[in-house]
């Protein structure tokens, strides 16, 4: 199974498909974007912009980083003429101490990106 790991951090990034590698080695882990993106293009968005640095709230009903976050995720899940679609994308985003209280808030930005 290939498994792609977006996540919104740099040291998650680098350190998360090795690790999640080791643990599930029959599975294929790799970052988004891919290192061969960050590499040949320097005005990609990497690691892709968390959405919860701010209290969601602001967010809600006005395009922001969730949209990215999906749309991102979305791209690699169908895939294109040079790579193989992923058969999962994992999104990674912490909830930060802006939302610690309102876990839900978070995930009704997510689920509303989605939709």
Not at 20 to 37: A, I, K, T
Not at 67 to 83: F, N, Q
Request: glycine share 6%.
């Amino acid at each position: 199974m290939r498994i792609g790991i977006l996540p919104t951090g740099r040291m998650e990034w680098q350190a998360l498909p090795d690790a999640l590698g080791r643990l599930f080695s029959e599975h294929d882990f790799y970052s988004l974007p891919r290192q061969e993106e960050v590499d040949s293009n320097s005005t990609i968005d990497f690691p892709v912009p968390s959405f919860t640095s701010c209290d969601v709230l602001r967010l809600a009903g006005k395009p922001c980083a969730a949209d990215k976050l999906i749309e991102r995720a979305v791209a690699e899940a169908i895939g294109d003429r040079r790579s193989k679609p992923a058969d999962l994308v994992l999104i990674i985003d912490d909830l930060e101490l802006d939302n610690i209280h309102q876990p839900a808030a978070v995930v009704g930005i997510i689920r509303e990106a989605a939709q």
